[in-house]
């Protein structure tokens, strides 16, 4: 079983759209969750930023975190055709990183 | 602050060529880092430097070694490449190990025909 899992998509949604972006992972170790942004012919860039369980919101971005499911959650509201790329998450703990597959994302305008 | 930057951008080399990708950071990190990234696999780690005069093996070292040459400098050598290791390569960056944001360069795409 992998560490993490992340659907590669990839997914089409028309402009305005909320966007879903889930990954899920094995090890509880894993104390820190992150979403990382990659447009097309660049390196990852990072979005999101979460310690605990819950919810934490910036602007249109919401990530959510589930350690009881380890599940974590990407939210993405009023889409805009610049939020199409690929959403990378990532996990760490002590002395561990890992980053999932990505999802693209392709908005319609 | 120019971040991460990475030379060359592109490169095309033939089977049983050698090749040393560059990677240097401004902003004075002590861990840096070295991924693959091909599709459907996601980033995946080669090689990393947790401070300067260190080295370890990540997942995929195989085929590669690094140096630390400094602590802005990191290089990634293939010593006589294969086409498996065409690939877009990327070098990163970090305050420390462990749960840090890890500041990525450009990337370097390699063609190994």
């Known amino acids: 079983q992998k560490e993490v899992e992340q659907d590669p998509g990839p997914l089409s949604v028309p402009e305005g759209a909320i966007v879903s972006l889930n990954c899920t992972y094995s090890?509880?170790?894993?104390?820190?969750f992150m979403w990382y942004r990659q447009y097309s012919r660049k390196g990852p860039e990072l979005l999101m930023y979460?310690?605990?369980?819950g919810n934490k919101e910036d602007g249109r971005f919401t990530a959510q975190v589930d350690k009881s499911s380890k599940y974590i959650s990407l939210f993405i509201r009023d889409s805009q055709p610049s939020d199409s790329a690929t959403y990378l998450c990532?996990?760490?703990?002590?002395?561990?990183?890992?980053f999932g597959t990505g999802t693209r994302l392709k908005v319609l305008a | 602050n120019a971040g991460v930057t990475q030379t060359p951008k592109f490169q095309v080399l033939k089977t049983g060529q050698s090749m040393t990708l560059q990677c240097a950071q401004d902003?004075?990190?002590?861990?840096m880092y070295w991924y693959r990234q091909d599709p459907g696999m996601g980033l995946r780690l080669i090689y990393y430097?947790?401070?300067?005069?260190?080295?370890d093996k990540g997942e995929v070292p195989n085929g590669y070694n690094v140096s630390r040459l400094n602590k802005r400098e990191f290089s990634l050598r293939l010593e006589s490449a294969a086409p498996s290791q065409t690939s877009v390569y990327f070098c990163?960056?970090?305050?420390?190990?462990?749960?840090?944001?890890?500041?990525f360069g450009p990337g370097t795409r390699l063609t190994v025909l």
């Open positions: 990163a960056s970090s305050e420390s190990e462990g749960y840090n944001e890890q500041f």
């Open positions: 979460t310690y605990s369980s």
């Open positions: 090890n509880s170790a894993f104390q820190y």
């Open positions: 430097s947790a401070s300067e005069g260190t080295t």
């Open positions: 990532a996990l760490s703990g002590t002395y561990k990183y890992i």
């Open positions: 902003m004075n990190h002590n861990s």
